[in-house]
């Protein structure tokens, strides 16, 4: 559409709208602003799908002109209306997105940024509800009993030992092991052909379609041989390149909310997702799963590694989105975090660390949580690790309808 001179309105092509009780709310996934509306504004919304000028709107309100001006503004402003003048304005990423949108773009983007709520401290807002049970049974039916393991095997031994860390010993890892966490996780193994005859990537861990979105950046703060800093790995290549120097703890206090323990890890591996990649092959959107999948191949595929190495390996999704990406310089919609996975020396006398080290009230809590779980028959106490669970040794990007709630995991396996 030719444009003269003036303002020029349009909706916005990224809404969502749905009843939240008797009031209707309009959702700009791209934005992740959300703002009540009437029919009528929704009605007016339904006559913007193209550019219309502000001087013929004006011109069709009449007397109520000044009326129609403020509720133009106050639509402008909650993102509910694009403006623009005959200067063509840049395009909004979350279009790169095409088909995959909006059922994918939305979840992308209605997921960022929740509130972190840190499990050892008590969460009021959450509401008390009975755990599920970690496994399923069909009553009645006949059962087979499969026998058990007896192979012994080192790749048996990596794949039992494998737990999640939350203490860490002082010293430093090694550039040697981040190198091998490294190739083994995110380098470009071999160059081979897809189904098309592109020439595609294969590395150790599946991608559909040979498209690997995956990128990687390294948060270095206890490495021998490399400077602390935030490092984009080259796959094709198997290096570093700098990013920024000086990272310290206070960075990944920042990045990883509520997880303080995660602060005294040697180095960080934050894994994103390129999405242009898979979303050149595949048009439907459920291949946004996929992506995600193929970031939790990556991280097992890491701390299957740590392990193997005897390093003390951690993953969380607890992340704050927005700021780590504008630490990297990503916009969060062409590329967007989605993981990370860190490493650090294991403690001196232990063999799993899986809770921080926490204060007397703290632990104290979590022996009362403990108990409770016991009384309830859902946890063997005899099958806890030798090492106690307490030990501790020398808007929606904040939307306006209604905030969201991740609890950072306690005790993982």
């Known amino acids: 559409m030719a444009l003269t001179s003036g303002r020029y309105y349009r909706r916005s092509p990224f809404l969502l709208t749905w009843w939240s009780g008797k009031e209707l709310v309009l959702f700009n996934y791209a934005t992740r602003a959300a703002f009540p509306v009437t029919p009528d504004v929704l009605a007016f919304l339904a006559t913007l799908s193209d550019w219309r000028s502000e001087r013929a709107l004006l011109a069709e309100a009449g007397p109520h002109s000044q009326r129609l001006r403020r509720t133009l503004r106050i639509l402008v402003r909650e993102t509910l209306l694009e403006s623009r003048t005959t200067a063509h304005p840049p395009a909004n990423p979350m279009s790169s997105w095409g088909s995959w949108n909006p059922f994918a773009g939305a979840f992308h983007m209605a997921t960022k940024d929740a509130t972190i709520v840190n499990s050892y401290e008590q ?20 059962v087979i009993a499969l026998g058990d393991l007896q192979r012994a095997d080192p790749f048996v031994d990596v794949l039992l030992g494998r ?13 040697s092991d981040l190198s091998t966490l490294l190739s083994l996780t995110c380098r470009i193994q071999m160059w081979g052909l897809d189904v098309d005859g592109n020439r595609a990537p294969f590395k150790t861990s599946p991608s559909g379609g040979a498209m690997h979105a995956g990128e990687a950046y390294v948060i270095a703060l206890k490495v021998t041989g490399l400077n602390n800093g935030i490092y984009h790995y080259r796959a094709d290549r198997h290096a570093l390149e700098q990013l920024q120097a000086g990272a310290t703890p206070a960075l990944l206090r920042r990045f990883l909310p509520a997880q303080p323990w995660f602060t005294k890890a040697a180095a960080v591996v934050l894994f994103t997702a390129v999405f242009g990649r898979s979303q050149w092959r595949y048009q439907h959107p459920r291949s946004y799963r996929a992506v995600l999948i193929e970031a939790g191949h990556l991280s097992q595929t890491f701390l299957l590694t740590a392990t193997w190495l005897g390093l003390a390996p951690f993953c969380t999704m607890s992340l704050a989105d927005t700021v780590i990406e504008r630490a990297l310089g990503l916009d969060g919609i062409t590329e967007s975090v989605l993981y990370a996975a860190g490493v650090g020396q294991r403690p001196a006398g232990l063999t799993w660390a899986p809770n921080a080290a926490l204060s007397p009230r703290i632990r104290s809590a979590m022996r009362r949580r403990l108990k409770e779980t016991t009384r309830l028959g859902l946890l063997d106490t005899q099958k806890l690790p030798r090492q106690p669970v307490d030990a501790a040794p020398a808007k929606l990007g904040k939307p306006r309808v209604a905030k969201q709630r991740r609890r950072s995991r306690g005790l993982d396996r």
Request: proline share 18%.
């Open 163 to 175: 737990r999640t860390w939350r203490q860490f010993g002082i010293g430093p890892m090694t550039l």
């Open 123 to 142: 969460d009021t807002t959450a509401p008390r509800r009975s755990r599920p049970r970690p496994t399923k049974v069909y009553p009645g039916r006949p």
